[in-house]
């Protein structure tokens, strides 16, 4: 998915590469372990501009999204949450197969309690047609049941400054796609185009191409009966036959056939798409790929569904504000914060969600989102850590090195961070353990502590294999704690050592990440021990 929106900002290259994966072992088992920020440029036209404006106040057609890829696996819950934090809106994606999973329940929660707005791309949508080979209304049944689904987990939550945060494909707040070869649609793209055929709007013709709409082809008119013998499903008409009739045509033709293939070149040319240079020579899955990214490239469906839909941090934080600071509703750095004022005077207020690993060895960037003011180079701020208590607690007061823009892997330099942006700060990581609050007033308090939707309690015991290399463990444990926001470190009554995380997997890369780059000491290791904390409960039966 992300590596669709690289390459149309310029920055990706060509195919599958995962970019935002910057570990080898991220790449090794296809799973993300940390989340990854990174900016993008993206332009709108004017047509879809307006429809941009109808739902927040924008200035021109230039946007810029902070894009955070986070991990699916339960046990990096915990980088979801420190994600959540510094963002606004989550694209939530749900595989077409399994459909809604406990984890993507779990999300879903995550992102409302901290009142993230969310959009779904429902995706692998090549294999229900390439694997299970599903008829048209068995593939929209399938759609249907998840995204049902999917608003059964977002209905409990209800928020009135949110409104209604269920996702709907009619109004553009699901898109469908496979996000491996790089294509994805929403309903307002076929919409468009179906609009300027029939001579309706597109609002209008979105309505139609979703739910118990039918489409007599032989009398031109739209019905709610179902039992029409002449009549088609509009979604399965408008949207999924184009898509069916090129799968059907690439796929069901001879694999050993070049692209040059005439039923091939007739369908590329009937919808549009050019077949030039070495297009020419794809077959099979290649070429499907090839034609569908033109068709329907991801990246367009998704910039359109994030932009439209998801607020700007000028929007957010009018109704995130209450949720975020610790202090009265009506002090200067609340008023800031709600107002995402970045003015010259306007008090920083900026928190640190968690602690990136810089190619200094034993040094961090302190990642986070600054709510207001400006964040800029020699400024001093106040470090307020977790417990901090405004007027009985002292906090370090300290100047800030630089600021950088996080690009996936590597790091840009920035003069100034604006309020509504993220960046890393460099030279006050011996100051924060995990999380904290930066402010330059006094009078402030904290913005509020993250909470985490799993706990560590599968607990693994360490020692160094030289007794010599005590004190590297120490210091080894300490950075992998700042590291990891879902990782605790702490000692036994016996004096051991012992990591805690929510998983194996995730204890797993944290022993290797503290063997091979925190501590580089051979580790002892003992077997996973699972805490059980449930509360104990005694019925009482009276027998006689």
């Known amino acids: 998915m992300t590596d669709s929106l690289l390459k149309r900002a310029g920055i990706g290259t060509v195919g599958p590469k995962r970019e935002l994966d910057t570990r080898p072992d991220e790449k090794e088992r296809g799973i993300t372990i940390k989340s990854t920020g990174i900016s993008l440029h993206a332009e709108f036209s004017e047509e879809d501009l307006q429809d941009v404006i109808a739902k927040q106040p924008t200035k021109g057609n230039q946007f810029l999204i902070n894009l955070i890829d986070s991990p699916g696996h339960v046990d990096f819950s915990a980088e979801v949450t420190a994600a959540l934090r510094v963002t606004d809106g989550?694209?939530?994606?749900?595989?077409?197969?399994?459909g809604v999973s406990v984890q993507t329940e779990t999300v879903l929660r995550q992102a409302l309690g901290e009142r993230i707005k969310p959009v779904m791309i429902i995706n692998k949508v090549d294999r229900a047609?390439?694997?299970?080979?599903?008829?048209k209304e068995e593939l929209y049944q399938s759609f249907r049941r998840t995204i049902e689904n999917a608003n059964a987990a977002i209905a409990p939550y209800v928020d009135p400054s949110l409104g209604d945060v269920q996702v709907h494909p009619n109004e553009g707040t699901v898109a469908f796609g496979a996000g491996k070869d790089g294509w994805a649609f929403t309903l307002r793209q076929f919409a468009v185009l179906a609009a300027k055929r029939f001579g309706v709007k597109k609002e209008k013709m979105m309505e139609r191409l979703w739910g118990d709409n039918f489409y007599n082809q032989q009398t031109h008119k739209w019905t709610k009966n179902s039992e029409d013998p002449e009549r088609e499903r509009g979604f399965n008409l408008f949207v999924l036959t184009p898509i069916y009739n090129i799968f059907n045509t690439i796929m069901g033709s001879d694999e050993e056939k070049k692209g040059t293939d005439p039923d091939v070149l007739a369908l590329c040319e009937k919808t549009g798409i050019p077949m030039k240079g070495e297009a020419r020579e794809f077959k099979g899955k290649a070429l499907l790929r090839d034609v569908m990214q033109k068709f329907l490239p991801a990246a367009d469906a998704l910039l359109e569904m994030m932009i439209i839909h998801l607020p700007s941090p000028v929007v957010a934080q009018k109704y995130r504000a209450e949720t975020l600071y610790e202090g009265p509703m009506d002090d200067r750095n609340a008023i800031a914060i709600r107002d995402c004022d970045s003015s010259p005077d306007a008090p920083v207020m900026m928190y640190i969600s968690k602690m990136v690993p810089s190619a200094d060895r034993g040094r961090f960037f302190a990642f986070g989102r600054v709510f207001s003011g400006t964040v800029k180079a020699g400024m001093k701020v106040r470090i307020q850590g977790p417990d901090y208590i405004p007027g009985v607690t002292k906090p370090q007061i300290r100047a800030i090195?630089?600021?950088?823009?996080?690009?996936?892997?590597?790091?840009?330099?920035?003069e100034d961070c604006p309020a509504g942006n993220i960046c890393g700060i460099v030279g006050i990581d011996q100051f924060i353990v995990k999380s904290a609050t930066l402010t330059t007033d006094e009078s402030a308090h904290n913005l509020r502590v993250m909470k985490f939707s799993v706990s560590p309690v599968v607990n693994v015991a360490v020692s160094p294999v030289n007794a010599a290399d005590i004190p590297k463990l120490v210091e080894g444990l300490k950075r992998l704690s700042k590291s990891e926001p879902g990782i605790v470190v702490k000692r036994s009554p016996a004096g051991e050592h012992i990591i805690s995380g929510a998983g194996e997997l995730q204890l797993e890369i944290a022993l290797k990440d503290l063997e091979e780059d925190h501590a580089r000491i051979p580790i002892k290791k003992s077997n996973p021990i699972v805490e059980c904390k449930l509360p104990l409960f005694v019925i009482l039966t009276n027998m006689f």
Do not use: Y
Request: without cysteine; charged residues 20%; hydrophobic residues 50%.
């Open 129 to 135: 047609l390439l694997e299970l080979k599903l008829s």
């Open 90 to 98: 989550a694209l939530v994606v749900v595989d077409t197969i399994e």
């Open 401 to 414: 090195q630089s600021t950088v823009l996080m690009m996936g892997g590597k790091t840009e330099p920035l």
